[in-house]
């Protein structure tokens, strides 16, 4: 393939050849030889395409199929009504779930199943909050699970002793007795990434595990997902087979209410590190980051050890974070979209310090970027358009000194996948064609970032997106 007349890091007029699933040569004016494949760059940037360093992609291909629940589309209960039984009479069968995503409490409060019954009764439905941690169901949900014998820790219970109908950090038990077949297809995720310029993903599930991988390596081998990806998980996470598909970090997960003894947590570190393997720690408090700190000081740090979120960061454990050589994958994408909650739940103290950026890079800290969609919206632009601006969605900003240049903010995913705070990737001769194609020069794009200016995608060579005309020309 050519790519004609692109700008490469502000120099304008170049062609760019593909050979196979890398880059041949970098010119101007050059040569097509027979049966080449031409693209127009029309003068646009050329980019590395995107890699998001933290989504769940068989959650996002679910949550494509589920009724959103949570602002902003749903702000208050009759909202949340009228969103419940628009999804319910749109089911092909009655006994079907009517599946919702993304409640905050800021909608109806503290919800149950008792309080659902009253918003849309006799119809199965589950509601997953917001923080991916716990659904809630009706009482035709709790009727539709098979629930005798002894229940796990996490199923809250009524005065009676009987379920609620909230169920916390149980998504695995939930699956099992929902008994969901076949995971969604990843097609339509794959598209709209493709879109976006993104051509590699890192998937962040705690639980992915072996049968996960060959799903994900199917879904990559048959082109139903148009991106490289790299896979965390569990401790039984096998190496992969498939050349785009990687094996990325140990994920573990803290949670302020649940956790695990020191001793524990710094075991299972080096545990991973003997086995090779690096380790991501979830910590969305600032206790949680303490601990994962100190496990990590007393167990060690290995090149691509990285906490998720670090959603409160203080100056004193920044400077720890950037000590112990640890990366940080942020959302800044969470100020644009949850800002005006965290502007009133968050303690005064931790306020300036949520979802840092700038101030994160100057203690030193590797710092990427990750949607974590379908948490958070899955555009990197929009992540990348929030860590400029800083604005919550009322128009507040929130920690103005931690707002990134545009060529800051986009090197946030253009980092290589095993190192997501690193050096972001180059067009140069040699490196993997995994392209992002502009519709205008950087100097225009970087006053406007957003995914409507991304006028093709090349994984590997092969274009997955072609934005409207430029669909490669064949000469002949
Ligand atoms: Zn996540």
């Known amino acids: 393939m050519l790519i004609r007349n692109v700008e490469i890091e502000g120099d304008s007029g170049l062609d760019v050849r593909t050979d196979g699933e890398r880059i041949a040569a970098i010119g101007s004016n050059l040569e097509a030889p027979d049966g080449t494949a031409i693209v127009q760059g029309l003068g646009g940037a050329l980019l590395p395409g995107l890699h998001d360093h933290h989504l769940h992609l068989y959650a996002l291909a679910a949550a494509r199929r589920s009724v959103r629940c949570g602002p902003p589309e749903v702000r208050d209960e009759a909202g949340l009504t009228r969103a419940l039984r628009a999804a319910a009479a749109g089911r092909a069968d009655?006994?079907?779930?009517?599946?919702?995503?993304?409640?905050?409490?800021?909608?109806?409060?503290?919800?149950?199943?008792?309080?659902?019954?009253?918003?849309?009764p006799g119809t199965p439905v589950r509601i997953q909050h917001r923080s991916g941690a716990m659904w809630i169901l009706n009482s035709a949900g709790l009727e539709k699970l098979d629930l005798g014998?002894?229940?796990?820790?996490?199923?809250?219970?009524?005065?009676?002793?009987?379920?609620?109908?909230?169920?916390?950090?149980?998504?695995?038990?939930?699956?099992?007795?929902?008994?969901?077949?076949?995971?969604?297809?990843?097609?339509?995720?794959?598209?709209?990434?493709?879109?976006?310029?993104?051509?590699?993903?890192?998937?962040?599930?705690?639980?992915?595990?072996?049968?996960?991988?060959?799903?994900?390596?199917?879904?990559?081998?048959?082109?139903?997902?148009?991106?490289?990806?790299?896979?965390?998980?569990?401790?039984?996470?096998?190496?992969?087979?498939?050349?785009?598909?990687?094996?990325?970090?140990?994920?573990?997960?803290?949670?302020?209410?649940?956790?695990?003894?020191?001793?524990?947590?710094?075991?299972s570190i080096e545990n991973a590190h003997a086995a090779g393997r690096e380790v991501a720690i979830h910590c969305v408090t600032r206790t949680e980051l303490v601990l994962a700190l100190g496990a990590f000081a007393a167990a060690g740090s290995l090149s691509g050890d990285r906490i998720e979120h670090a959603s409160i960061a203080p100056p004193e454990l920044a400077g720890q974070i950037a000590a112990l050589d640890l990366a940080v994958v942020t959302q800044p994408n969470f100020i644009?979209?949850?800002?005006?909650?965290?502007?009133?739940?968050?303690?005064?103290?931790?306020?300036?310090?949520?979802?840092?950026?700038?101030?994160?890079?100057?203690?030193?800290?590797?710092?990427?970027?990750?949607?974590?969609?379908?948490?958070?919206?899955?555009?990197?632009?929009?992540?990348?358009?929030?860590?400029?601006?800083?604005?919550?969605?009322?128009?507040?900003?929130?920690?103005?000194?931690?707002?990134?240049?545009?060529?800051?903010?986009?090197?946030?995913?253009?980092?290589?996948?095993?190192?997501?705070?690193?050096?972001?990737?180059?067009?140069?001769?040699?490196?993997?064609?995994?392209?992002?194609?502009?519709?205008?020069?950087?100097?225009?794009?970087?006053?406007s970032l957003s995914s409507e200016h991304v006028a093709l995608t090349c994984l590997a060579g092969e274009v997955t997106w072609p934005g409207n005309d430029r669909r490669p020309e064949r000469p002949d």
């Open 94 to 120: 009655s006994e079907d779930w009517v599946r919702g995503v993304g409640y905050h409490e800021s909608v109806a409060g503290d919800l149950d199943a008792a309080r659902l019954d009253a918003l849309l």
């Open 149 to 267: 014998g002894r229940l796990p820790a996490g199923v809250e219970q009524a005065p009676d002793g009987s379920p609620n109908g909230r169920f916390v950090r149980l998504d695995d038990w939930m699956r099992a007795r929902i008994g969901t077949t076949e995971p969604p297809d990843l097609s339509e995720v794959g598209a709209a990434l493709a879109r976006f310029g993104v051509t590699g993903v890192t998937d962040a599930t705690p639980t992915n595990d072996s049968a996960t991988l060959s799903r994900l390596s199917r879904a990559v081998e048959t082109g139903a997902l148009r991106q490289q990806v790299r896979v965390m998980g569990s401790d039984a996470l096998p190496v992969p087979a498939h050349a785009r598909v990687t094996r990325g970090a140990l994920k573990l997960v803290l949670s302020e209410f649940d956790l695990p003894a020191f001793d524990a947590l710094q075991r």
């Open 336 to 447: 644009r979209e949850r800002g005006d909650a965290y502007a009133s739940e968050v303690d005064t103290i931790d306020r300036p310090w949520l979802y840092r950026c700038q101030g994160l890079i100057e203690a030193g800290v590797a710092l990427g970027g990750g949607t974590d969609a379908p948490f958070g919206d899955p555009d990197p632009w929009l992540a990348m358009q929030a860590a400029l601006e800083r604005r919550t969605p009322s128009g507040i900003r929130l920690g103005e000194k931690e707002a990134l240049s545009p060529e800051r903010a986009l090197a946030l995913f253009t980092t290589p996948a095993s190192a997501p705070g690193g050096l972001p990737r180059r067009i140069a001769v040699g490196q993997a064609a995994d392209l992002c194609v502009l519709d205008r020069p950087w100097a225009q794009a970087r006053d």
